[in-house]
Every structure is written in structure tokens, then in C-alpha cells.
């Protein structure tokens, strides 16, 4: 089974790429589902058709769903949230504040991934095609579901079984609203699911996730932060779309400008993601609606290949290894980026703007974007090991980055302490 998630910002063309791509699977003969999880659902459109939040046969081999952010939140997070809200209130906070605030931050997004595991639970398909942007606090949840439940159980006044102990002698001392065995219940199941997701999305060999872009600079910026946080939470990204691209016969002097940005965004492309494959999509003369546009979309994706297993099958791994990848050492965070076959040159590492880091060596040059735990941190030079270029960022004594502690033995430590008793 595969699970092949396009991610990128609103209006790039996720939901036609996504929707063409899963045409072609089941055109394969592969058994496929496509989910969007975009709340401003356009699923429908590219099918030209009605979807909704329960699954629709679209074509032979195909199931499309719109799923209902809502919804799925409240089937996860729902009891959860419930008690939150009774206790916020409790402690005086007006009604419909506590009702935001018992929501995590992007625990709707997060709650919709979940239901990936069921579909792949249900050994229903072979292919899971998801529409989906999600943003670094999903992620972050995602990856580490030990933080989700020692979050969740902490903005819990109790733990279980302090609460066992406790229930009759604070009962009666107090009208503190207490968590039923229910309750702690619906969080391990939470948990559970969350645990399965994250070990199906974060295994490269199950999932791979793609980059949708369009040869824009602001657009390319933006993929570039999300690389670097699916990079840093371990997520296989093994591809890139350049949706949009204007086509080479195009001269129009209207146009013109338009052309010439293009064509300098197009290398920066180059600069920003390769070793990843990248591929184009041309500007087409009109929408991408119905299956008719959506299989030239995927023609101009995939090649007109059309064997299992072959050079246009869309499930194939597209790039294997891993491009960019963080981890610590001896007090230090490394940045490392894969260098095949570029010749171990003098590295100059310049920093243009705060988060952004380039690296030339030769004619060689990269630019990367730094997740925000790296980017405030001093560069302490950078070595060759291997095919690698390791680049050390010292850490600072006393701060604490949650993503990047991640990285270290005893995770949370800090993110706990910092966050304990702060709800009661
Ligand atoms: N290559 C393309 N050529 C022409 N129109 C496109 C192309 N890609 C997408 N579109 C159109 O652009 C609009 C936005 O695309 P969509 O896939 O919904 O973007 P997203 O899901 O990223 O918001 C849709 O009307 C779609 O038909
Ligand atoms: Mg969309």
C-alpha cells in the first residue's frame, strides 16, 4: 500500500494535481481513494461532480472524500474537549472562549490525517491519494504522539491514577469538575490513532510526500519552509510540481515580464529542492475540471507510460534517500544535505536573510530554508563526511526549541516544565 500526500500553498493546484494523480492510480488498476482535507473543498469540482464527507465512487477503482474537519475532530477530540470546556468554565472563563481554547492548534487538520488509518486499516486500497497542507503544529503532533499525550493529559488537572486515589476527597472538598475513566479512555484511543498515523505517514516506504508549487517566488519561499519542517520532523519527501508553467511557444509581450520571472523562479526551483526531482505542468488554456483534463494533467505529470510499475506509474518512489535531514551531536544541531557528485570544493555559507541559509561550493549552490529552532542559532562551520555536507549550529545553553529538543535523549523535559501548572 502507498500513501502519496501533495501538499502546498492554497491555489497551486493541489486539489487538480492530487485529483489527476489518483485517476491515473486507478487507471492502473490500483485500488484508490483520494481524500481532501482543505476545508474549502474543491475535490468535487475536479471531478466535476458532487463529494461529500462520506466516500463516492468517481470512477472504476476510485473513491473520492471531502473530509468534514469538524466532524472528524469531534469524533477524536470530542469528549476530550467537552471536559475542557466544563473545566474552563469552571475556572471563569466566558463560554465561548473556553470552547476555543480547548481546542489544540491544529487539531482539526490533525484529526482529519487521522483518518487515514482507518482507510488503510481497512485493507480496502492500494493507494491513498491525500489533498492536504499541513502545517507545522500538525506535524509536530504527528511525529511525536507521546507529546500529544502527555499535552492532553496534562491540561487534565489528574492523571489517572493519582485520580483513583484522589476522586473521593476532592469531591467533596471541591466542585472541581474531575475526568471520568471514560474520558481517560477516549484519550488513549486518541493516542492509539494517533500513534498508527504517525507510524504510516513518517514510514518512507508507505508514504511519500510531494511539494506542489508554481514557479512563483512567494510560493516557492513558502515550500521551502514546509520542506524544511517535514525535513525536520522526518517525513520522505520525494518529489516536487511546478504547476503553471507557461509554455515555451507563449510570446506574448503582455506577457513578457511574466515570462522572464518565470524563467529566473525556475532555477531558484532548482536551487531550492534538487536533488528532488522536479517536474512541470504547463499553464493549460483552461481549467483543470472533469476527467478529460484531469488525465492530460497527469500525462504532463507522469508520462504517457501507462504499465504498473513502470515510468508513469505515480506510486513509484521518485527519489530514495534523504536530500536534507537535522539531528544532534556533541552539542551541536546538524544540518545535513546530500551532495552526490558534486566536487568537495571550499564551502562558503552565506545567510541572507535570518532564516535562510546559501551554500556554494564551486558552481554548486543551494538555498535552504532553517526551521526556526536552527535559525537563531551561531554557525560553527560546516565538514564533509561522506557524500554530506554537515553544517553545525552550536546550541545555546538555557534555550530550549521544542522541535529541535525532540532530537535529544530526554525529549520533553524542558517543554514539560515549561508548560507545567499552567492550566491548574
Ligand atoms: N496547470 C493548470 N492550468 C490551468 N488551470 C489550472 C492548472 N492547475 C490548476 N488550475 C486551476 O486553478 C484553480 C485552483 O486549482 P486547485 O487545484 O483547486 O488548487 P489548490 O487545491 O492548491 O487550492 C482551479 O480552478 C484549477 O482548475
Ligand atoms: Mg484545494
Redo the contacts with the bound molecule.
Sequence with gaps: MRILLYT??????????SAACALRCAELGYRTVVLST?S?H?LG??FDTRIGSDLVELAPNLWGQEIDLLHQMDKYWGRVQEYLNVLFSWRGMDSLVAEETSVLPGMAELASLMHISHLADSGDYDTIII?AAPTGSTLQLLSFPDIARWYIEKIMPFERRTLQIARPIVSRMSDLPLPDDDLFESVEDLVNVLERTSLLLGDSQVSSMRL?INPERMVIKEAQRAYAYLNLYGYAVDSVVC??VFPQELQDVYFSGWIEAQRRNLAFVEEAFQPLPISR????E????GQNMLRR?AATLFGDDLERGGEGDPTRLFYQGEPQKIFARNGHYILSIALPLVAKDEVNLHRSVVDELIVRIGNWKRNIALPIGLARLKIDGAKYEGDRLNILFRKQEGHADDALDSLQSSPWEQLKSRLQGDVV
Excluded at 8 to 17: A, P, Y
Design positions: 502546498g500553498k492554497g491555489g497551486v493546484g493541489k486539489t487538480s494535481v482543505d474549502a474543491s469540482d475536479s489533498d506542489v504547476n503553471r505542468i504547463p499553464f493549460f483552461e481549467e483543470v475540471l494533467m
